[in-house]
């Protein structure tokens, strides 16, 4: 029988006597040590922005991708562990790719999310024929896309926990990105001032002083159901109206 915490917490699959997984919540403080990431939900779209950490001037910013394509409609935007957000992006872009083949019709946003929280859920499972991950996936997506019910936002956590938002942040800022977007969001806002929004909220969480390498930024609008990477360019001008 276990006696104290620091034993509950060696099983993936254990609850302590007061109903906890501590494997989870260790999953979760890791995700708050990742770099800040914003989504923002809008009726002309979704914007998607993260930080990216250049820990050395020889490292090459391009290389740092925080904001991928799941999907033509869907974009990802990941803070925690990269690797553990490769595998539930992998897994998400062939059920996507499935779904379009089978039924002719791109996937729902949901639909999509729920997949990625379904392979999230899975830890500590499978025989010698399916090997899963035998811990929590130490990562916190952001899910933005258009599909037939308009432009939608789901956030994940390692508990295989999805929930809509109009507005969220993830990451080590996401505190003080929270209470920002809590005064500033609103629902008539438009694509091009939710942009400036997410911008303005990186420039006032980040360690680091916020320039065109630095960040990531992606739109998805609902006029052309298209994810769109901004260039540094864009980001640039982005930044210059700050």
Not at 9 to 36: C, H, M, W
Not at 110 to 120: F, G, I, K, N
Not at 204 to 224: D, G, R, Y
Request: include cysteine; proline fraction near 3%; hydrophobic fraction near 35%.
């Amino acid at each position: 029988m276990y006696q104290s915490k620091s034993e509950y917490d060696r099983g993936v699959n254990t609850f302590s006597p007061e109903g906890r997984i501590f494997q989870i919540e260790y999953a979760i403080e890791a995700i708050k040590l990742g770099s800040t990431a914003v989504g923002i939900q809008t009726f002309e779209g979704v914007v998607l922005a993260a930080e990216k950490r250049i820990s050395s001037i020889l490292l090459d910013p391009e290389s740092v991708n925080k904001i991928v394509e799941i999907d033509s409609h869907i974009g990802c935007v990941m803070s925690g562990l990269t690797a553990d957000a490769r595998t539930l992006i992998e897994h998400a872009r062939v059920e996507t790719q499935n779904h379009r083949f089978t039924f002719n019709e791109p996937m729902r946003v949901e639909t999509c999310t729920l997949s990625v929280c379904d392979l999230s859920l899975g830890f500590g499972e499978g025989g010698r024929k399916q090997r899963k991950m035998s811990r929590p996936f130490g990562v916190s997506l952001l899910i933005g896309g258009v599909d037939a019910d308009g432009p939608a936002l789901w956030h994940t956590d390692p508990s295989g926990t999805y929930v809509k938002y109009e507005a969220k942040s993830i990451g080590a800022g996401s505190e003080g990105a929270q209470t920002i977007l809590q005064e500033q969001y609103h629902k008539s806002m438009n694509l091009e001032e939710a942009t400036q929004l997410c911008v303005s909220i990186l420039k006032q969480t980040m360690e680091e002083k916020l320039n065109a390498s630095n960040v990531e930024v992606a739109v998805i609008p609902a006029a052309s159901k298209k994810l769109k990477v901004l260039s540094t360019t864009e980001i640039e001008a982005l930044i210059q109206k700050l």
